[in-house]
């Protein structure tokens, strides 16, 4: 699986929008984007994922690049309750379920 | 869905002692996954079992850690003997093959060995 570059830390004011980088140059044509996000505490929860195109959900927005060798994770209205580790991950959907952990991105909302 | 279960939440034991965790997937899932998460080391996948069956296991540390699924409802990760650096805290996780690959995790085992 691809490799992916992620700040170690963010700041962002509440109420404003969160925008999470993810540089993974080496990624591969078949091979999907994944956020992932912990809570102090909680085990690992799912966003959002996607291979080319921008995807919205319910929690954030995915942006991905032409080129696909970045994305940014779009939290529109950040809250308190959104202070986690962010993950980004790519990989194949191929038979092999496994997901490669980087270190991810500290987001600290300020009051 | 009350979503993956773990138990015990928290485990405290004394080097030498044996460790048995435990995992109740979602229902329906078929993949299961057993990760530990250091500071250190952050999370680390050990095992995961696809239809009961245990796929990868290269990531288990050493003889000492095993794990098992009995049934698509249960799993166990046992630790025997522990040691003081087996301590962190231990995810199961779950996934449904149809799906898009999202994996649903417990709220996790910590395990603290003195």
């Known amino acids: 699986d691809a490799k992916t570059t992620q700040p170690p830390s963010m700041d962002c004011a509440e109420g404003r929008a969160a925008n999470l980088p993810c540089n993974h140059s080496?990624?591969?044509?078949?091979?999907?984007v994944y956020w992932y996000r912990q809570i102090h505490s909680q085990g690992p929860q799912y966003i959002i994922h996607?291979?080319?195109?921008?995807e919205t959900n319910e929690m954030a927005s995915l942006i991905i690049t032409e080129d696909r060798k970045s994305s940014t994770l779009i939290l529109p209205h950040a809250t308190l309750r959104d202070t986690a580790v962010y993950y980004c991950?790519?990989?194949?959907?191929?038979?092999?379920?496994?997901?490669?952990w980087g270190a991810g991105t500290k987001l600290i909302i300020k009051p | 869905d009350a979503g993956v279960i773990q138990s015990p939440r928290h485990e405290v034991t004394e080097m030498g002692q044996e460790v048995t965790l435990r995992c109740k997937p979602i229902?329906?899932?078929?993949?299961l996954f057993w990760y530990r998460q250091t500071m250190m080391r952050g999370l680390e996948l050990l095992i995961y079992?696809?239809?009961?069956?245990?796929?990868?296991d290269s990531g288990m540390p050493e003889d000492r850690f095993s794990a098992k699924m009995p049934n698509a409802s249960f799993s166990t990760l046992k630790i025997q003997p522990s040691e003081p650096r087996d301590s962190a805290v231990y995810f199961c996780?779950?996934?449904?093959?149809?799906?898009?690959?999202?994996?649903?995790f417990g709220p996790g085992t910590r395990l603290t060995v003195t």
């Open positions: 996780a779950s996934t449904d093959r149809g799906s898009s690959y999202e994996q649903y």
């Open positions: 229902s329906g899932h078929n993949s």
């Open positions: 079992f696809n239809n009961n069956v245990p796929i990868d």
């Open positions: 080496t990624i591969s044509g078949n091979e999907y």
């Open positions: 996607g291979l080319k195109n921008n």
């Open positions: 991950i790519v990989r194949a959907l191929d038979s092999n379920y496994q997901l490669i």
